[in-house]
Nanobody, 124 residues
Framework: QVQLVESGGGLVQAGDSRKLSCAASGRTFSNYAMGWFRQATGKEREFVASINWSGGSTYYADFVKGRFTISRDNAKNTVYLQMNSLKPEDTAVYYC?????????????????WGQGTQVTISS
């Protein structure tokens, strides 16, 4: 069992930056690929970014490429999402997810564990 707790959400002005954190506990963190997803009100959950077990490989949704950066610190059992140049359309609940193994996936149903989410609201 892996427990995931996101933090760092809040109200941000358009154009500003925000860094989300996801702290993991329960199992060996480095055994898991990690992903960030988001869900806006009235919309389906969508993939944002993923990172493999070592942090050596990452993958991004097209709409965040060049603006968001996913990273991890296995010594701290934490994955991060640095979000820059935020837009009102980035407003959503952001979730981190963990999948045992080294491969990254964009499909949410490939992930085994999920956090409770953190709300990010971008004002224009």
């Amino acid at each position: 069992q892996v427990q995931l707790v996101e933090s760092g959400g809040g109200l941000v002005q358009a154009g500003d930056s925000r860094k989300l954190s996801c702290a993991a506990s329960g199992r060996t963190f480095s055994n898991y690929a990690m992903g960030w997803f988001r869900q806006a009100t009235g919309k389906e959950r969508e993939f944002v970014a993923s990172i493999n077990w070592s942090g050596g490989s990452t993958y991004y949704a097209d709409f965040v490429k060049g603006r968001f950066t996913i990273s991890r610190d296995n010594a701290k059992n934490t994955v991060y999402l640095q979000m820059n140049s935020l837009k009102p359309e980035d407003t959503a609940v952001y979730y981190c997810a963990a999948r045992r193994g080294s491969y990254m996936y964009i499909q949410g149903n490939k992930y085994d564990y999920w956090g409770q989410g953190t709300q990010v609201t971008i004002s224009s």
